[in-house]
C-alpha cells in the first residue's frame, strides 16, 4: 500500500498521507488539503468520510462484520450478557469476574433516579413520545447530580456511565408508565439489568410481573445487538456534542434526539406499523413492495437498506433466528412474522432492491419480538436507546480522551446570494 497520494491540482503538486486501520480499511488523510490547496471535499452524508479513528467497533458492509472491540457479534450474543458487553464497549476488555461485580454492583446502587425527578414526569401530556421524555429526563438526571455535569475525569466517568446505563433503563420505564396512567414501579436490586427493566415496566405494586428465562433473554440479546454501530447518526452526533465538551448527559440526551428519526432508529416502530398496514390492507405485501420501488411514493421498504451494509446485516440474521425461537416457546403466532419473511423473500429477489444492495437491516425483525415480550410499539426505538447508551458512552469517552481531538467543526460550499447590501424597507418593492 502506498505511503501517500499525489496529484496535481492547479498545476501543484498535492501529497496527501495514506492512513490503514488494523482491519484494512484503507483511507487518504485530507487534514491537510485546504491549507496545501484552499480545497476542501465535499461528500454529503458523509458516505466517504471518516470523522474518526476509532478502537471500539468494527463494521464490513460488503462482508456483514460486525465486531465490538474485535469480538465477533455472533459470539457477543451466543455467549454474553447485555452487562458484559457494556463493560466490554466502555472499558475496552471484558471484564473479570471481580470486575464485572463490582460494575453490577455499580449499577444496581444507581438504579434509582432522583426522588424529586418524579414530577418531571407529571408534566408531559400523557401522549407525548417516549424519545421526547427519555431525551429531556437524560438531561434532567445531570441538573439533579450537578458533580455528573463537572469536567471529565477518568476516575468519576466510570461512575457517571454506570449511572447512565443504570438510570436510562429507569427512565424509560417510568416514562412508560407515566403515560399510561399506571403507578410508578421502582427497581428491585434482587433483578439483573433487562429482568429490571421488565419489572419497572409490567409489574403491579400488588404482583411482581412474571419473569419467563426465554422473554428477559430476548431483550438482552436486542440490547447487546442495538449497543454500537461506530460511526452511525446517533453515535456521530454524541461525539459532535462530545468535541465541544458538553457534558456526558448532553451527549447521550442529543444521541436520543438523533436517533428517534424514522430513518435511523425509529425505524423499528415504522416497520411494525408498515406490517400492521400491510396485514390490514389484505395485502400479502406485493403492493408495498411495488409502492417502495416507485419513488414517488415516498414509501419506503422499512427496515431495509443501509448505509454500510450492502449484505445481509449480521444483527438482523441474529434477530430473524431468536423471533423463530421465542414465538415458539411463547407459543406466539403472529402473522406480521409471515407478512415480514415474505417481504425479505419477495425483495432479495426483486431486481430494485437486488441492484442496490437492500438487505434487512437490525430493524426488520427487532420489532416482531419486541411485540412478542410485550413492548409497546411506542416503545421500540426507546429499547433502541438503552441498548445503544453503551456504545454512546464509549465514542463519547474515546472523543475527550483523545488528546488530538478537536470542537468538530465541518465546512461547507456556500451556493447562497452573492454579495448584495441592505435595503430600507421604505425601497423594497412589494412583492
Ligand atoms: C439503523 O448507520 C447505522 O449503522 C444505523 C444503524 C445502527 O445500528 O445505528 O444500523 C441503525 O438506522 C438501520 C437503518 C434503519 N432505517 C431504515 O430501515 C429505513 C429504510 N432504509 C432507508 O431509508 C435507507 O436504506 C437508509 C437510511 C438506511 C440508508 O440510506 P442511504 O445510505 O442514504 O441510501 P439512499 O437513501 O441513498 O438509497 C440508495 C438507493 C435510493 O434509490 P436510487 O436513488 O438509487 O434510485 O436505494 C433506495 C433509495 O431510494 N433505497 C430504498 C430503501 N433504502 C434505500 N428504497 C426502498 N426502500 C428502502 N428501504
Not at 471484558?94 to 407529571?122: A, R, V
Not at 419477495?346 to 412478542?372: C, H, W
Not at 469517552?397 to 481531538?405: G, H, Q
Request: hydrophobic share 40%; with cysteine; aromatic share 10%.
Amino acid at each position: 500500500m502506498p505511503e501517500y497520494v499525489e496529484f496535481q491540482l492547479e498545476g501543484k503538486c498535492v501529497r496527501l498521507p495514506i492512513i490503514e486501520g488494523t482491519a484494512g480499511e484503507k483511507a487518504i488523510d485530507i487534514s491537510t488539503l485546504r491549507e496545501q490547496t484552499g480545497y476542501i471535499t465535499l461528500d454529503s452524508g458523509y458516505g466517504n468520510t471518516g470523522s474518526c479513528e476509532s478502537d471500539i467497533t468494527f463494521i464490513d458492509g460488503e462482508q456483514g462484520i460486525l465486531r465490538y472491540r474485535g469480538i465477533p457479534i455472533e459470539e457477543l450474543a451466543e455467549k454474553s450478557s447485555f452487562v458484559e458487553t457494556a463493560y466490554l464497549l466502555m472499558f475496552g476488555h471484558l471484564p473479570t469476574g471481580t470486575e464485572l461485580h463490582q460494575f453490577s454492583k455499580l449499577l444496581t446502587e444507581n438504579e434509582l433516579i432522583h426522588e424529586d425527578m418524579k414530577y418531571h414526569f407529571e408534566g408531559f401530556p400523557s401522549n407525548a413520545h417516549p424519545m421526547a421524555i427519555l431525551s429531556s429526563m437524560i438531561n434532567a438526571s445531570g441538573c439533579f447530580q450537578p458533580q455528573m455535569l463537572a469536567a471529565h475525569s477518568r476516575r468519576t466517568f466510570d461512575l457517571h456511565a454506570a449511572r447512565l446505563v443504570s438510570q436510562v433503563r429507569t427512565i424509560a420505564a417510568f416514562a412508560y408508565r407515566k403515560s399510561h396512567g399506571l403507578p410508578i414501579i421502582y427497581p428491585k436490586p434482587i433483578y439483573k439489568y433487562s429482568a429490571n427493566f421488565l419489572h419497572m415496566m409490567f409489574s403491579e405494586p400488588y404482583c411482581d410481573y412474571e419473569l419467563k428465562p426465554e422473554v428477559v433473554r430476548a431483550l438482552d440479546l436486542i440490547f447487546i445487538l442495538h449497543a454500537d454501530h461506530e460511526q452511525n447518526c446517533s453515535t456521530s452526533t454524541v461525539r459532535m456534542v462530545a468535541s465541544s465538551r458538553a457534558s456526558l448527559f448532553a451527549g447521550a440526551a442529543a444521541g436520543v434526539c438523533a436517533l428517534w428519526g424514522p430513518l435511523h432508529g425509529g425505524a423499528n416502530q415504522a416497520v411494525l406499523e408498515m406490517l400492521k398496514k400491510i396485514y390490514e390492507d389484505g395485502d400479502d405485501g406485493t403492493k408495498f413492495i411495488a409502492a417502495a420501488k416507485d419513488k414517488k411514493s415516498k414509501n419506503r421498504l422499512m427496515g431495509f437498506g443501509h448505509r454500510v451494509y450492502k449484505n445481509y446485516d449480521p444483527r438482523a440474521r441474529i434477530i430473524k433466528q431468536r423471533c423463530h425461537e421465542l414465538l415458539d416457546a411463547l407459543k406466539i403466532d403472529d402473522p406480521l412474522l409471515e407478512i415480514a419473511l415474505n417481504l425479505e423473500k419477495a425483495a432479495l429477489t426483486d431486481p430494485y432492491f437486488v441492484e442496490r444492495k437492500l438487505y434487512p437491516n437490525v430493524d426488520f425483525y427487532s420489532g416482531i419480538i419486541m411485540q412478542a415480550i410485550g413492548i409497546p410499539v411506542e416503545m421500540f426505538t426507546v429499547i433502541f436507546a438503552i441498548g445503544r447508551m453503551p456504545g454512546w458512552i464509549a465514542n463519547y469517552r474515546e472523543t475527550i480522551e483523545d488528546r488530538n481531538s478537536r470542537i468538530y467543526r465541518p465546512r461547507q460550499i456556500y451556493q447562497g446570494s452573492p454579495l448584495r447590501h441592505y435595503v430600507p424597507i421604505a425601497d423594497r418593492e412589494t412583492k
